[in-house]
């Protein structure tokens, strides 16, 4: 979609004088994006009201599924109870500070491998073990280490995105063309010099990519660190819900948390496009 | 006249676990200040090995580099490298990519800047400072890339297949334009190529070497009967041909 829209505005930009033919062409492009629009607006309702017939009907049990107007009722109680933002913010929060931690301290770590070749060596099989354990088996530990709270659920996200960080962004610095570096290398540039002036910034969609895939991963360490040991936030709705057959709950809260996931997701997308904007 | 570089009984190992490669093997010859010498050879016998070394990136196992009579000890503001590719930074816009050398050499002054901007109006690529790399044409970025060596303002010049990402025709004017740069800043230069007829329209002297391991097998001094010499209307002169025959004896190539 985003790439039909840039190239009718590219379209336009580029003929002054738009003939016949091209206006036809661009009349064509805009009615099959609102036809998609509207067919996509159609599924979504269709699909809550069979939802919501389906559950009236006692075709399923609501209990069970729920419902839409259940899921509009909780979260308008969530919200007069003063807590729906609350529990957003918790999550968000804690999904935002593991999202940013793990791929900043994960460039770091890369840039050290890269600096230090022997490092590199040592740790190759540690790094290796680190990435193939799945991370949630440490949950129980950094609880007992760090006390049921925040800071285990950020600890939890950090250990989901780290590595993968780690490994994404070194791989991204090994890539790179030798002989950039050897220019740099000619002017008689230092190892620093080689670093800001060629890897950071030629590792640019590297690092896109790495924030990409830490926004997933950071949502899957959050949820899960809530499960195990919180209080308070989306996560622990789901599973208060669960453990007490508030199926309305469940069914609220992991809409709420698809909608904030895709808000966060697409806000990385913005921020990739504003910066190709200015770089190429 | 006092030789810019000299080449003093240069050789080169490399090592590695599947043993020992001889890149070069006792390499002897010099360069004079603002001539242009070219190094031919078969691939492989050490024709980029030898421009590391004389730059300082890498370093010799026997022998010794003197760049104006001072051994090299490591890089030098002396020298200018280009690489077979221009290698521009497609993040930075043309005036930046030009800028890059005196960065690193931490010489960014009022004085460097205009003589880039000068350098950028000299060769026509001044309407371009604003752009990115990849909206120009192969000939204009590699302009670009001698001018980003020029600007640090070296003595020597070392082209190491400098045009050989170019296609044929871009590749004639380039080196118009390159060996008219080159004279008119007046540098003294070293171009490693693989191409005969591009070794022999440019330089004052071809130093031929063998195949691996790498030692000079003949230098040839080309005297060419034209006034107002460029690389293409050295083409056109009769001794062209004879040398061309020479070279490619002395090569020795077999298929
Ligand atoms: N870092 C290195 N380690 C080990 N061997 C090397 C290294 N660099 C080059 N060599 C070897 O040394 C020899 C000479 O290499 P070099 O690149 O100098 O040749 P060249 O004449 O420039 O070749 P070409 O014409 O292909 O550019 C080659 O056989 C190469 O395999
Ligand atoms: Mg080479």
Not at chain 1, 195 to 214: D, E, H, R, W
Not at chain 2, 33 to 43: A, K, R
Not at chain 2, 78 to 98: A, C, E, P, S
Not at chain 2, 141 to 167: G, H, K, M, N
């Amino acid at each position: 979609m985003f790439n039909l829209k840039k190239d009718s505005i590219s379209h336009r930009a580029q003929v002054s004088g738009i003939s016949p033919e091209h206006k036809d062409y661009l009349h064509r492009v805009r009615m099959e994006k609102i036809f998609v629009r509207v067919i996509q607006l159609l599924i979504f309702c269709t699909a809550l009201l069979l939802w919501e017939i389906c559950a009236n009907a006692k075709i399923v049990d609501p209990f069970i599924t729920s419902q839409p107007s259940r899921v509009l009722k909780t979260m308008i109680r969530l919200y007069v109870d003063g807590v729906l933002f609350q529990h957003i913010g918790i999550t968000c929060l804690e999904a935002i500070v593991g999202f940013v931690l793990g791929t900043v301290l994960g460039t770091l770590i890369a840039i050290m491998l890269w600096w230090s070749e022997f490092l590199c060596k040592v740790l190759e099989p540690y790094l290796v073990v680190l990435n193939s354990l799945p991370k949630i088996a440490l949950g129980p530990v950094f609880i007992v280490w760090i006390g049921a709270g925040p800071a285990a659920i950020i600890v939890m996200t950090l250990a989901i995105s780290l590595i993968v960080t780690v490994l994404e962004v070194l791989n991204g610095f090994l890539t790179i063309d030798q002989e950039k570096i050897k220019l740099v290398q000619t002017f008689g540039g230092t190892k620093f010099q080689v670093l800001t002036k060629v890897l950071l910034p030629a590792s640019y969609p590297t690092f896109i990519n790495a924030l990409k895939i830490n926004v997933g991963l950071s949502w899957v360490g959050v949820i899960v660190g809530e499960f195990l040991v919180s209080k308070a936030g989306l996560g622990y709705l789901i599973v208060y819900g669960g453990q007490v057959f508030k199926l309305d709950l469940v069914m609220t809260s992991v809409i709420i948390l698809g909608v904030a996931a895709t808000v966060m997701y697409q806000g990385v997308v913005y921020l990739e496009k504003m910066l190709v904007k200015n770089k190429t | 006249m006092k030789p810019v570089v000299e080449v003093h009984n240069v050789g080169m190992k490399y090592q590695s676990l599947n043993g020992e490669i001889t890149a070069l093997d006792n390499i002897n010859f010099s360069v004079n200040d603002g001539e242009f010498v070219s190094i031919v050879g078969p691939s492989g016998c050490g024709k980029s090995t030898l421009l590391s070394i004389i730059s300082g990136l890498i370093f010799s196992t026997s022998g010794t580099v003197f760049l104006s009579g001072e051994k090299v000890m490591g890089t030098s503001p002396k020298i200018g490298y280009m690489l077979q590719k221009d290698h521009l930074f497609n993040w930075r816009t043309i005036y930046q990519n030009v800028m890059l050398g005196l960065e690193i050499r931490k010489n960014v002054t009022r004085s460097t800047k205009e003589h880039a901007i000068k350098l950028l109006r000299t060769y026509g690529l001044y309407e371009f400072k604003d752009k990115y790399p990849n909206q120009l044409s192969g000939g204009m970025r590699q302009r670009v890339a001698l001018i980003r060596t020029l600007v640090t303002d070296p003595q020597i010049l070392l082209l190491d297949e400098a045009f050989s990402a170019l296609d044929f025709q871009t590749r004639l004017v380039v080196n118009d334009d390159i060996y008219d740069i080159i004279k008119k800043e007046n540098k003294t230069a070293l171009l490693v190529t693989h191409d005969i007829s591009e070794s022999i329209s440019m330089a004052d002297r071809v130093v031929l070497l063998s195949k691996r391991p790498g030692t000079v097998k003949n230098i040839y001094e080309i005297n060419l009967n034209c006034d107002n010499r460029t690389p293409l209307s050295s083409r056109e002169t009769p001794e062209f041909r004879y040398y061309f025959q020479e070279i490619w004896k002395g090569l020795d190539v077999h298929v």
